[in-house]
Nanobody, 123 residues
Framework: QVQLVESGGGLVQTGGSLRVSCAGS????????MGWFRQAPGKEREFVAA????????TYTNSVKGRFTISRDNAKNTVYLQMNSLKPEDTAVYYC????????????????WGQGTQVTVSS
């Protein structure tokens, strides 16, 4: 199994940047598609970005395309989400996720979740 721990959240002004990290444990980290989801107050958890096992494929939800970049370093068992041009609408708890079968793009397919890290964008 995989344990996931997020870090790097915080408070940033509109237009600013932030990079959140997810450190995974386990020898099988590289066999999982990894992703990021977020959940704002009063809203359901939503998909943000995902990356393939090797990192050669990525996908993003439309609202973050061109602003966010997902990456991974399997040697470090770590996945990252670089967030640029942040907007108040990006404010949410960001969750790291691992999917052993699918592409880590839907909540129902996630096998392991991190504890979440708060990202707040001031208006």
């Amino acid at each position: 199994q995989v344990q996931l721990v997020e870090s790097g959240g915080g408070l940033v002004q509109t237009g600013g940047s932030l990079r959140v990290s997810c450190a995974g444990s386990g020898r099988t980290f590289s066999t999982y598609y990894m992703g990021w989801f977020r959940q704002a107050p009063g809203k359901e958890r939503e998909f943000v970005a995902a990356i393939s096992r090797t990192g050669d494929w990525t996908t993003y939800t439309n609202s973050v395309k061109g602003r966010f970049t997902i990456s991974r370093d399997n040697a470090k068992n770590t996945v990252y989400l670089q967030m640029n041009s942040l907007k108040p609408e990006d404010t949410a708890v960001y969750y790291c996720a691992a999917d052993r079968i699918g592409t880590c793009t839907v909540v129902t397919g996630v096998d392991f979740w991190g504890q979440g890290t708060q990202v707040t964008v001031s208006s």
